[in-house]
């Protein structure tokens, strides 16, 4: 099992920044894809970004440029900086890991909200 744990989110103006964070522990391995979802109210969650153990990133359309994800992977931590917030931001980030055959071990966090105001 893994446990994530998610911090830095908050209630940041249009144009602001913040950092997410995110601790994994327990059977955590050495290759995996970490990354960051979203779910807005009334929304499906979805993928904002991921990294795997290679440092590969992959990025929502609706964030490249404005947000960056990486990893320390000794420190099994994986962050999220995100820049020039919109109110379309706003929702609760969840942390992910996926590890295993064929990546289909998959864990969440519990979640943290982001809030951006017009």
């Known amino acids: 099992q893994v446990q994530l744990v998610e911090s830095g989110g908050g209630l940041v103006q249009t144009g602001g920044s913040l950092r997410l964070s995110c601790a994994a522990s327990?059977?955590?391995?050495?290759?995996?894809?970490m990354g960051w979802y979203r779910q807005a109210p009334g929304k499906q969650r979805e993928l904002v970004a991921q990294?795997?153990?290679?440092?590969?990133?992959n990025y929502a359309d609706s964030v490249k440029g404005r947000f960056t994800i990486s990893r320390d992977s000794a420190k099994n931590m994986v962050y999220l900086q995100m820049n020039s917030l919109k109110p379309e931001d706003t929702a609760v980030y969840y942390c992910?890991?996926?590890?295993?055959?064929?990546?289909?071990?998959?864990?969440w966090g519990q979640g943290t909200q982001v809030t951006v105001s017009s």
């Open positions: 990294i795997n153990t290679e440092g590969t990133t």
């Open positions: 327990g059977s955590v391995f050495s290759v995996n894809v």
């Open positions: 992910n890991v996926r590890q295993g055959t064929w990546y289909r071990d998959q864990y």
